[in-house]
């Protein structure tokens, strides 16, 4: 069965330093990947998506970037942090045209 | 024009009640259809997903789609107090391979 791992559950982070959380997928192979963020009482944000390796799309420019530097693993990272990139960050793999199975989600804080 | 648009609620329904949760999409071309349900601090869990126009029943919950109408529907029949939640819609944009949600339901089922 598939499995998406994600990583740290929590995280407090001081306003300009970096920021790497890391999501991996078991028992499929080329999933989508998705990394999404929830401000508090508000919906799903979609910021990056990819349907293979190295394939990046954007949908909000902001101070985060991602990367999928092998098939079932998904990045997001930033070099200086914003108090603003505070959030519930989702990372989620589908098939194509199937749903979305999401991680457990790492709650970021930047003080 | 929102991708994905849903009531923000909250909704309040009494238990044993039918709960009627709406949602509208703006790509024509979108094929597949997710009702997820996601409490306080946790991921999305999904509940339904529908490909075809008409109604999908699932247990308690019934799930309709109108492709013409662009417009997915849940229904929650003999609403119990664990039903209280957000509710989220997401709709599979098969021209990019991605999956937007809306913004949420809150439903809150009173005793």
């Known amino acids: 069965s598939q499995t998406i791992h994600q990583w740290p559950a929590t995280l407090v982070q001081p306003v300009g330093s970096p920021l790497s959380l890391e999501c991996t997928v078991e028992?499929?192979?080329?999933?989508?990947l998705y990394w999404y963020r929830q401000a508090a009482g508000r919906g799903l944000q979609l910021l990056f998506y990819s349907v293979g390796i190295g394939q990046i799309s954007s949908e909000v420019p902001q101070n985060l970037s991602a990367s999928r530097p092998q098939d079932r693993q998904f990045i997001l990272s930033s070099k200086k942090l914003l108090l603003s990139d505070s959030g519930f960050y989702l990372c989620a793999w589908s098939g194509d045209g199937t749903e979305a199975f999401f991680g457990q989600g790492t709650r970021l804080t930047v003080v | 024009q929102k991708e994905v648009e849903q009531n923000s609620g909250p909704l309040s329904v009494p238990e044993g009640a039918i709960a009627s949760l709406n949602c509208t999409y703006s790509d024509r071309g979108s094929q597949s259809f997710f009702w997820y349900r996601q409490y306080s601090g946790k991921s999305p869990e999904l509940i339904m997903f529908?490909?075809?126009?008409g109604d999908k029943e699932d247990g308690r919950f019934t799930a309709q789609l109108n492709k013409a109408s662009q417009y997915v529907s849940l229904l929650i029949r003999d609403s119990q107090p664990s039903d209280s939640a957000t509710y989220l819609c997401?709709?599979?944009?098969?021209?990019?391979?991605?999956?937007?949600f809306g913004s949420g339901t809150r439903l809150s089922i009173r005793p």
């Open positions: 529908i490909y075809s126009n």
């Open positions: 028992g499929t192979s080329n999933p989508n």
């Open positions: 997401a709709v599979y944009y098969s021209s990019a391979s991605k999956i937007i």
